[in-house]
């Protein structure tokens, strides 16, 4: 079965740090997602994105964050300047289609998450 | 604004026990409703979703849920756990395109 790849599967940062953090969508999908998990809370939409646009974010999403598809097989998420409370798991998801559609969530393929402690 | 609510973070059961995982949700209009698993190191995957056309959901790996409009509940059952049910368990709700989750519920398997 075909899957959403993310690496690293753990990254440990200093505070003020830029990461990236890496994800290989399933290779036919159009629409692109980064979701984050801080440890015991929801997990939380950050941002979706298509045809090399940002087509909904989160208030999370603030200027610290930036997503690319740079080469048309990678889809990353970078922290500018990492902060404390942006450690959190983080998981990429793809989907064939968008929209409020049940057959679209059904779509949703997740990737197995990036742990990312920033000390 | 849509929100779930998964009541108790952790739950523990013998095997073959029933399995009884809880969420709530709120919503003003109806909604789209979705249980997904997470097993150690894997990402989350779809175990069922409410669609709007039979209120008793059937899922993958002998989990079911009902919708109950009237309690605004849909509760993820399974008759008889089994080892390998261990993982944590999420709740969720659709907002367009995006997806609205509880905090989870991480099912504990005794032998």
């Known amino acids: 079965e075909p899957e959403v790849t993310q690496t690293p599967s753990h990254q440990v940062t200093q505070m003020g740090q830029e990461v990236i953090l890496r994800c290989v969508p399933i290779?036919?999908?159009?629409?692109f997602y980064w979701y984050r998990q801080i440890l015991g809370q929801k997990v939380e939409f950050l941002v979706s994105?298509?045809?090399?646009?940002?087509?909904?974010k989160s208030e999370i999403f603030d200027d610290q964050f930036s997503v690319e598809r740079p080469d048309g097989s990678n889809f990353t998420l970078k922290i500018r300047s990492t902060k404390l409370e942006d450690s959190a798991m983080y998981f990429c998801?793809?989907?064939?289609?968008?929209?409020?559609?049940?057959?679209?969530?059904?779509?949703?393929?997740f990737g197995s998450g990036t742990q990312l402690s920033v000390l | 604004a849509q929100s779930v609510t998964q009541l108790g973070s952790h739950v523990s059961v013998s095997e073959g026990a029933l399995v009884l995982l809880r969420c709530n949700y709120s919503?003003?209009?109806?909604?789209?409703l979705f249980w997904y698993v997470q097993y150690p190191n894997q990402g989350l995957q779809l175990l069922l979703k409410?669609?709007?056309?039979?209120?008793l959901v059937k899922g993958i790996n002998g989990f079911e849920a009902e919708f109950k409009k009237s309690e605004t509940s849909f509760h993820l059952t399974k008759p008889s756990a089994h080892m390998s049910d261990a993982a944590e368990y999420f709740c969720?709700?659709?907002?367009?395109?995006?997806?609205?989750f509880g905090t989870g519920t991480r099912l504990q398997v005794f032998p």
């Open positions: 919503s003003s209009v109806p909604p789209y």
């Open positions: 290779s036919n999908h159009l629409y």
């Open positions: 409410y669609t709007s056309a039979a209120t």
């Open positions: 994105f298509y045809n090399n646009e940002i087509s909904e």
């Open positions: 998801a793809s989907s064939v289609t968008a929209g409020v559609s049940t057959a679209t969530n059904e779509k949703l393929f």
């Open positions: 969720a709700v659709t907002v367009t395109d995006k997806l609205i």
